[in-house]
């Protein structure tokens, strides 16, 4: 029995000791180094090492929490009678508890997602160095906001008054590089990153660099557009926030909470038919996959939207409660979610067949109202005349009705960028209002 499983039995019976109805908890340790330069200069170089404690105690439907960075026995102590004192004082709610027994996470895979890194100091150095000089090294590009590799590592048990005790070990690496670009007195900032569980998986720091480098030069000579409405295209990254939207819009809290525009929309249509939104949580060596959620409760794979059309909202036990349904297993969010591509290409096609309109590159601002759908960001990309890109696009903002959007999405590509928790390709759009000059 290693410490932290040791540790994890010692709260189980300080737990006991306050007679609480019900528990559950979940107590970690993590681990990692971070390492950030700029223009060769060593900025930042930190190790870290952190543990957690959140006790969650039921006293019938009352209800405490607490949390605590020390795992020695006197803090864990302390913090389960604080939950306690709290439950006492809090007012019942009567969709507070447990998931049900049956639906515990009692024998998980091994989804192959703890991959350590020995990363030495003088190591992380000069992968974060080869990465910026091999960016700088490219035409055009004058100046860094630095390159930064960073590792972690951990480990966390999940137990409760059902009698679970399960835990996850995973681990996580990234190389990340920020650049500027100038021409004249105009300047365009571009980045990119690799992110793995296994460092072996990353892309190249040179690769990393040179690929900074090259969104940074293509975005100079940037030009204004006239206000107008055309079609639009949002590459992967600017893609899986859009769909985020759709996702929290299907929240069970924001559902219960009454503050979504898709409010009620089990069965409804939201997505042309040809689209499907699922996650695989079992998948094996993957970003985003997971064994079980915040609850304790098993993950499976399962769609959101099939056919275009809401199959079930993303429920946790709680949120579950409260609408009166079963618990989708999403205390926490997704795992390891997919947009299916309903388009045979990526971008360059997706490009042809839009003939004219606007490639979204990058966004800025937080223009979102998730209760009402609208929707107006700061954007910066390409115009596309005659299915070829233009030239690059600056100052302008897109706007439109996330419900509105999401129904004029007619393709999604085969260009997906795995990158992310939310897997999705280039995504069309058939129309949103510009406003630009004039």
Not at 311 to 338: E, I, P, R
Not at 365 to 393: C, L
Request: aromatic fraction near 8%; proline fraction near 2%.
């Amino acid at each position: 029995m290693n410490p932290l499983e040791q540790t994890t039995h010692l709260v189980i019976d300080l737990i006991k000791q306050n007679k609480a109805t019900d528990f559950e908890f979940s107590i970690g340790k993590s681990s990692g180094v971070s390492t950030a330069v700029r223009l060769a200069k060593v900025e930042t170089l930190q190790y870290h090492i952190g543990t957690s404690f959140d006790v969650c105690v039921y006293f019938g439907k009352n209800k405490g929490q607490a949390t605590s960075v020390d795992l020695s026995k006197e803090s864990l102590k302390k913090a389960i009678e604080s939950a306690s004192m709290i439950a006492k004082y809090t007012q019942e709610d009567p969709f507070n508890g447990l998931a049900p027994k049956d639906r515990m996470a009692w024998n998980i895979p091994d989804l192959d997602l703890y991959h350590p890194w020995n990363l030495e100091a003088q190591q992380s150095v000069d992968i974060a160095k080869e990465c910026e000089q091999s960016a700088l090294e490219q035409d055009e590009i004058d100046n860094s906001d630095g390159a930064e590799l960073s590792s972690y590592e951990g480990e966390t048990y999940y137990a409760n008054s059902n009698g679970l005790i399960t835990n996850i070990k995973n681990s996580r690496h990234s190389l990340h590089c920020s650049l500027i670009a100038k021409r004249n007195s105009e300047m365009q900032t571009a980045y990119e990153y690799s992110i793995a569980l296994d460092s072996n998986d990353l892309a190249s720091p040179s690769s990393v660099g040179k690929k900074a480098a090259s969104f940074a030069q293509k975005k100079l000579g940037s030009r204004n557009l006239k206000s107008q409405k055309c079609p639009v295209i949002f590459i992967p990254r600017q893609s899986s926030g859009l769909f985020s939207q759709l996702l929290g819009a299907l929240s069970g809290s924001r559902q219960f909470k009454k503050t979504s525009f898709l409010l009620d929309s089990i069965g409804q249509s939201v997505l042309t038919d040809s689209i499907n939104i699922y996650e695989d949580p079992l998948q094996l060596k993957t970003l985003g996959s997971r064994a079980f959620d915040l609850d304790g409760v098993l993950k499976n794979k399962q769609f959101f939207i099939k056919n275009g059309r809401v199959v079930t909202y993303l429920m946790g036990q709680y949120s579950a409660n409260q609408l009166g349904l079963k618990t989708t297993a999403n205390a926490g969010g997704v795992s390891n979610c997919h947009v299916e591509s309903n388009y045979d290409g990526g971008l360059e096609e997706l490009t042809k067949d839009m003939k004219k309109g606007l490639i979204v590159t990058d966004l800025m601002g937080h223009g979102i109202n998730a209760t009402t759908g609208d929707y107006s960001r700061g954007a910066s990309g390409f115009w596309v005349e005659d299915g070829q890109i233009q030239y690059p696009v600056s100052g302008i903002t897109i706007a439109g009705n996330l419900k509105t959007m999401l129904k004029n999405i007619t393709y999604v590509g085969n260009d997906i960028d795995l990158r992310s928790n939310l897997k999705v390709g280039s995504t069309l759009i058939n129309e949103m209002t510009i406003a630009g000059e004039g």
